[in-house]
């Protein structure tokens, strides 16, 4: 079993997993969710299902929870990414509470509200560091590449997008079942470090819990999205001893960043390119 | 020869109100036009049937030999077609060289997995996309402005990078919504040439509406007229600035 510092490192490094899936989905698509926490669900309890019941592998459970994820994400995407704006955000409200309750109702498999106990325990520091250190780079990668660009003019201006030759709902779909898979994986790691499952750890609170760290770390932004992820992993597990007002202290800390940086911590920068930017600036003297 | 661009009876109706009525147009090859027409007569709305922003009620519209009606706007763009906006559609966040980019990775593709992992085809198109990139910038007298937020540049940049943003598509016909919109007479004249040029180097067929009467008399050897949706004049220049029609549509009756 991890030590407790350890266990609020795996935790973040998870919370941040499936904050860069939103990230990527909210920030640089501009798809607003607020039911991403449903593709956690599924690739927990996918991941926990097949280890414990089929005597698979973790590490192909993990990736075949996220797949399954994204696969659900693709069929949901078709019909509701029609949708613009906030109408898509309650759709997915809709969808996060229906897989909710299929979990909870589908007891022979899934064990129901009772929770699913006993997952094995193979959620550890280095394969939460791994994990977290590869999809990172390729996330990175993907948003300094011509997806990125694309992504982004969807979000800007999906019309502007469509009169430069983009299919603009075959890159919301795809940006959406990234974010699944992300989210899934997330899961599959949650399951692995929880060794317990139950539904209400996939509720609305941390579908909003998701969008909102993506908002606090400022959109358009993936290292905002792991600052602000860290932070409020921290919040929640530092205070949980005063458990009574950390979700005040959550909630103060994301008020403060409404009222001081309305933009996120980050605005639209990464943290690499304002370190570079103040290197030139001081060598040349001049603001960039 | 066939014309490059052709409307056959083109009608659409928003409701109650005809605001294309069976219009006829053929462009040819390497031809430069100018649509005028007062305001309302429905020349933006003739760029957007052709893009395919609005579907098109009756009528045909045939692009390089091809029937491009029913199709989607991202498919007719990816034929050949690129279009600049009456009121400016850049993404203002972004760069004037990313917004150059996202037009120029149109014809510069890789795969997702090169994306992802960096590898690949990558590095090569994307020094490619960028290059290129910067000789429009350069081009339409950008290059200085490069990595300054499109969103903060002077209002006649802007226009311009939108251009620049339409060459980068490497289309076949370009259409121009009022390109001098909110320009002063200086500007109005650096763009004709701009216009003029951009035509010449790259043998560009080129279709704008413009209400800059001078812009257009001395831009555009083939010009048409329309008022409440109809072709009402069309010639050269001359021939449709006397047309009897075309005076009454714009300075009213008893001329």
Redesign the interface.
Known sequence: MPTYIEGIIILTCINSIAAMGVSLLTGFTGIFTLGNAAYMAIGAYTTAILTMKHNLHWLPSVILGGLLAMAIAYLIGIPTLKLMGDYFAIASIGLGETVRLIIENWEPVTRGARGFPGIDSFTTLPVALTFFIILTWITFNLIKSNYGRAFKACRDDYLAASLLGFNTAKYRILSLSISALYCGIAGGLFAGFMTFLQPTMFDLQKSTELTAVVVFGGLGSLSGTILGTTIITLIIELFRPISQYRMLIYGAALVLVMIFRPEGLMGEKEILSLIRGMGRRGEHGRPT | MGGLLELNGVTKRFGGIVAVKELSIKVNEGELVGLIGPNGAGKTTVFNLI?G?YPVDEGRIIFNGEEITPL???EI??KGVA?T?QNL??????TAL?NV???C??H???S?LE????MGR?RR??SA?KDESMYYLEKMGLKERA?QRAGTLPYGHQRRLEIA?ALA?KPKLLLLDEPAAGMNPEEVAELSELIVDIHREFKLTTMVIEHHMDLVVGVCPHVICMNFGEKIAEGTPNEVMNHPEVLRAYLGEEV
Not at chain 2, 89 to 94: C, G, K, Q, Y
Not at chain 2, 115 to 118: K, Q, R
Request: net charge positive.
């Open positions: 893009t922003l989607k706007s991202y763009i990816r279009r906006f559609r850049l993404f203002p966040r972004a990313e980019m996202t037009a990775q149109n510069l593709r890789y997702f994306a992802c992992l960096h990558w198109y994307e996309i990595f943003r598509l």
